[in-house]
C-alpha cells in the first residue's frame, strides 16, 4: 500500500525486459540516498489489466525484501494519464526521482516539464553495482547548472563519487562571467562537503556543453551524466547533437539524469 510521509525513488515499471534493470538502479540509488522505493506501473487499455499488475507488481518486490525491509518497499498502480500521475506522486507520494529505462525516454522525456522531480534513465544492459562513482556536470551560463551540480552533489555526499565539472568557453565577456559566476557558486557549495570534483575547461560554449559533457562521460566506466531539459529544441540542436535525445540516443551505458530547470524542484531531504 503507497503512503506518504517519506521521500521515495519511483521505479516506472512495464514488464518489458528492461524492467528488471531498472529495478536494480533504483533500488541502487534508493539505498545510496536513504530513501524508500515505490514500483509504479500506469494501466492501459491495451495493456495487462489491473488486477493482474497489481499481483505482478507485488511479485516483483520479494527479491527486494532482504535488502530495503518491506516497509520501505511500495506499489502504486494507477489508470490515470501521466500528467497527472507526475503531479500525483509529488503533491501526494513524495516523489524525489522518477526511475525508467532508456527505452520508455520517448514516452516520459517530452512529459518532464510537468514534473517537479528529475527523470533518470539508465541502460538495460549494465547492472549497477559499481554506478555512480563518476558524475559530469555541464556548466554554462545558464543558472540551471547549479541545479546539476545541487543533484550532482547528493550522490558525491552519500556515496564518496566524483564530481567532473564540464566548464563551458564563451566569447563574449558577460557570458564569461557569467559561467564563472556559476561555477563560483558551485564550488562553494561543494566546499562544504568532502568529496573529490575536478573542473575540465573546454573550447566549447554553453550551447554545445552538453554535448561535450557526454563525450567526457563516456569515457567513465559507470558514469551518471546530468543534463536539464531542453524545452525549445531546434532543428540545428537536433542537426548538431545538443538536445535531449541525442544524449540519451549516444549514452550507451551511461546512466543519464535529466532535470526539469522550469519549475522548482522537489529538494532532497536528510
Keep these: 500500500m503507497l503512503s506518504n510521509g517519506e521521500q521515495k525513488i519511483f521505479i516506472w515499471i512495464d514488464f518489458s525486459p528492461e524492467t528488471e534493470v531498472a529495478i536494480l538502479h533504483g533500488v541502487q540509488v534508493a539505498l545510496i540516498l536513504d530513501k524508500e522505493i515505490c514500483l509504479i506501473y500506469q494501466a492501459t487499455t491495451e495493456g495487462i489489466k489491473f488486477e493482474e499488475a497489481e499481483s505482478r507488481i507485488i511479485g516483483l ?8 525491509g518491506s516497509a520501505r518497499i511500495h506499489t502504486f498502480v494507477t489508470i490515470h494519464p501521466l500528467d497527472t500521475i507526475l503531479t500525483e506522486l509529488a503533491e501526494e507520494f513524495d516523489a524525489l526521482l522518477l526511475v525508467a529505462p532508456k ?26 553495482n559499481e554506478s555512480y562513482q563518476k558524475i559530469a556536470v555541464p556548466v554554462g551560463y545558464m543558472k540551471k547548472s547549479k541545479d546539476l551540480a545541487l543533484w550532482s552533489s547528493y550522490f558525491a555526499r552519500h556515496n564518496g563519487a566524483k564530481v567532473s565539472l564540464i ?18 557558486s558551485i564550488e562553494r557549495l561543494f ?16 550551447w554545445k556543453i552538453q ?9 567513465f566506466q559507470n558514469g551518471l551524466l546530468i543534463i536539464s531539459f531542453s524545452y525549445q529544441s531546434s532543428l540545428f540542436d537536433r542537426f548538431f547533437g545538443t538536445n535531449d535525445a541525442f544524449v540519451l540516443d549516444h549514452s550507451e551505458e551511461l546512466s ?10 522537489y529538494t532532497f531531504c536528510g
Design 191 to 206: 566546499k562544504n562537503f568532502r568529496f573529490p570534483y575536478e573542473i575540465i575547461e573546454c573550447h566549447t560554449s554553453s
Design 61 to 68: 518486490t520479494v527479491p527486494l525484501l532482504p535488502s530495503l
Design 211 to 219: 554535448k561535450k559533457a557526454l563525450e567526457h562521460t563516456l569515457s
Design 256 to 265: 543519464v539524469m535529466c532535470i526539469n530547470s522550469q519549475r522548482d524542484l
Design 167 to 184: 566548464q563551458a568557453m564563451e566569447t563574449f565577456e558577460e557570458d564569461k562571467r557569467t559561467v564563472l559566476r556559476n561555477l563560483f
Design 103 to 128: 527505452t520508455r525516454s520517448k514516452e516520459l522525456l517530452p512529459k518532464l516539464p510537468h514534473s517537479g522531480f528529475p527523470f533518470l534513465f539508465v541502460s538495460a544492459k549494465k547492472h549497477p
